[in-house]
């Protein structure tokens, strides 16, 4: 496609329930980045994979999230038994080299709202 | 204390003038740093990239990167109301997180 593609645009979900967001990357890049953007703040860093290798997750704040990339395209980041505080912009973001993040590609975010 | 500061304004400046944007870090590891723009409601995209200290320019942008002082800064020349934006400064080491301010607000008025 031509740009970062990320779906459900926005996401409202209850306390507890478990939420699936997507990302489909620019065609043929080889890197895709989750991060987390609160408002007002800058993006906060996730996890990233180099095609479906899932390379850093030290950004993943505990066990209820999870990402992955089977296929070296899509991705998806699964939070479990969300909470409140879990509300946040999470942006996907890719690259077209290995390792050559300066250049990298956010999509328009999902907004997730859990009450 | 962050690994990044940066003032998150709002700066307003009429147009034409010169804005200076800036961010100040503490891990000397840094090597890599960067300029985003992110316009509401929109994903931040690439706007500058150094790598190490020096200076670096592209049409009415600058970017300026002082490692000795961990001070980078950005210089837009001639501001247009398209300018109106929030400016992420981001930066990375050896690996691949990017860490990112807060972003400054910015407001050019006609």
């Known amino acids: 496609g031509a740009g970062v593609s990320q779906s459900p645009r926005y996401k409202v979900t209850k306390r507890g329930q478990d939420v699936a967001l997507r990302c489909d990357p620019i065609?043929?890049?080889?890197?895709l980045y989750w991060y987390r953007q609160a408002l007002g703040q800058g993006p906060e860093f996730l996890t990233y994979?180099?095609?479906?290798?899932?390379?850093?997750k030290s950004g993943l704040p505990n066990d209820r999230f999870s990402a992955e990339r089977p296929e070296g395209s899509i991705s998806t980041l699964t939070i479990q038994r969300t909470e409140q505080r879990d509300s946040a912009m999470y942006r996907c973001?890719?690259?077209?080299?290995?390792?050559?993040?300066?250049?990298?590609?956010f999509g328009s975010g999902t907004q997730l709202s859990v009450l | 204390q962050k690994e990044v500061e940066q003032d998150p304004g709002p700066l307003s400046v009429p147009e034409g003038a010169i804005v200076s944007l800036n961010c100040t870090y503490s891990?000397?590891?840094?090597?890599?740093f960067m300029w985003y723009r992110q316009y509401s409601r929109k994903g931040p995209e690439l706007l500058m990239y150094?790598?190490?200290?020096g200076n670096k320019e592209d049409g009415r942008f600058t970017a300026q990167v002082d490692k000795s002082s961990k001070y980078i800064s950005l210089f837009i020349r001639d501001s247009q109301p398209s300018d109106s934006a929030t400016y992420l400064c981001?930066?990375?080491?050896?690996?691949?997180?990017?860490?990112f301010g807060t972003g400054t607000q910015l407001k050019v008025e006609l």
């Open positions: 973001a890719s690259s077209l080299e290995w390792g050559a993040n300066e250049k990298l590609f």
């Open positions: 065609s043929g890049h080889v890197s």
């Open positions: 994979f180099n095609y479906e290798a899932q390379q850093d």
């Open positions: 891990n000397s590891a840094f090597q890599y």
């Open positions: 150094t790598y190490s200290s």
């Open positions: 981001a930066m990375r080491g050896g690996g691949n997180k990017l860490t």
